[in-house]
């Protein structure tokens, strides 16, 4: 079982959509949760950076994280074309010399 | 303030050479990390530098290696290059390491392509 597991879409939805982007991950030690948004040609940007369990939200963009199920959301309002992307999710433990670990995105394409 | 820069953005290299991918950091950034991005594979962890000091290492061949200067600046070096070495090589940078969750912040990568 790979530590973290994200569905790797592609997921398209209608502009005004909420859009719903889902981690599972198995390693309880992971303490430090984050989204990124990738669009083609360029590197991955922090959109949402959570640590342990709880809501944040940013704008349109909610995260959320459930640590007693080991699931983690990003929850995008009102979406846009311009929110057409790759989302990755990714998590770290907060002891030890540990990287960063990464799911392997979800493509996301909102329809205009 | 600016993000972090990579150099070059495209290199195309035979099998059997060697390359060099430059990288510097956001300003007062002690924390260097390299990652391969391959269609396949997702993100995979090559390794992190903090104060010119390689603190953790991925699961690559040792072909893969890597520095980092006093600046912060860094380096990775990929020798004997194979057809799958081709890949997007990520950069990232972050306050004081992952480890204690200072979270990473990735330039836009080198695309390499080996042929």
């Known amino acids: 079982q ?9 997921l398209s939805v209608p502009e005004g959509a909420i859009v ?17 948004r990738q669009y083609s040609r360029k590197g ?28 983690i959301s990003l929850f995008i309002r009102d979406s846009q074309p311009s929110d057409s992307a790759t989302y990755l999710c990714a998590m770290s433990r907060n002891s030890g010399n540990t990287p960063l670990v990464f799911g392997k ?8 | 303030k600016a993000g972090v820069t ?9 099998r059997g050479q060697q390359v060099t991918l430059s990288c510097s950091p956001i300003s007062g950034h002690r924390s260097v990390s390299w990652y391969q991005q391959t269609p396949g594979q997702g993100l995979q962890f090559l390794f992190e530098y903090f104060s010119e000091t390689q603190r953790n290492k991925g699961n690559f061949p040792g072909r893969f290696s890597g520095r980092q200067f006093s600046n912060s600046r860094s380096e990775m070096n990929v020798s004997t290059l194979e057809l799958g070495d081709s890949a997007l090589y ?3 940078s972050s306050l004081t390491g992952t480890d204690t969750g200072s979270p990473l912040h990735f330039g836009n990568g080198t695309r390499l392509t080996v042929t």
């Open chain 1, 2 to 10: 790979k530590e973290v597991e994200q569905d790797p879409g592609p």
């Open chain 1, 20 to 36: 719903s982007l889902n981690c599972t991950y198995s390693n309880s030690a992971f303490q430090y949760f984050m989204w990124y």
């Open chain 1, 44 to 71: 991955p940007e922090l959109l949402m950076y959570t640590y342990s369990s709880g809501n944040k939200e940013d704008g349109r963009f909610t995260a959320q994280v459930d640590k007693s199920s080991k699931y």
């Open chain 1, 105 to 112: 995105g979800t493509r996301l394409s909102v329809i205009a």
């Open chain 2, 6 to 14: 990579q150099t070059p953005r495209y290199l195309i290299k035979t």
């Open chain 2, 90 to 92: 990520l950069c990232a």
